[in-house]
Nanobody
Framework: LQVLESGGGLVQPGGSLRLSCAVSGFDLDYYFIGWFRQAPGKEREGVSCFDSSAGSRYYADSVKGRFTISRDGTKNTVFLQMNSLKSEDTAVYYC????????????????????WGQGTQVTVSY
């Protein structure tokens, strides 16, 4: 099982980026997949997570209305479209996956996820 992020970079406040997470070795229909981020000196937090089979999406309050998670099923790739970026969005962004399960936990509970990518840096600055 492998997930590989790409698409990070430097962008000015108000700009947009699209992150991609390419998965291999498993079928997204049977997995939860999510985007997490970690800023310097802060804990890793859930940004947006997706159960494509159920059509369920989770967004952190801080990104609602600005970020969109989606899937390209034919390429087994998950995207995070980030618009209206703010300086506080600066962080290393990680893609993660875990087998679908019946859980009372939030879809973006970090403890659920056990397959992680290496991360991609997103810097929002002038």
């Amino acid at each position: 099982l492998q997930v590989l992020e790409s698409g990070g970079g430097l962008v000015q406040p108000g700009g947009s980026l699209r992150l991609s997470c390419a998965v291999s070795g498993f079928d997204l229909d049977y997995y939860f997949i999510g985007w997490f981020r970690q800023a310097p000196g802060k804990e890793r937090e859930g940004v947006s997570c997706f159960d494509s089979s159920a059509g369920s999406r989770y967004y952190a309050d801080s990104v609602k209305g600005r970020f969109t998670i989606s899937r390209d099923g034919t390429k087994n790739t998950v995207f995070l479209q980030m618009n209206s970026l703010k300086s506080e969005d600066t962080a290393v962004y990680y893609c993660a996956a875990t087998v679908r399960s019946r859980t009372r936990r939030s879809l973006c509970d970090i403890e659920l996820y056990n397959t992680w990518g290496q991360g991609t840096q997103v810097t929002v600055s002038y």
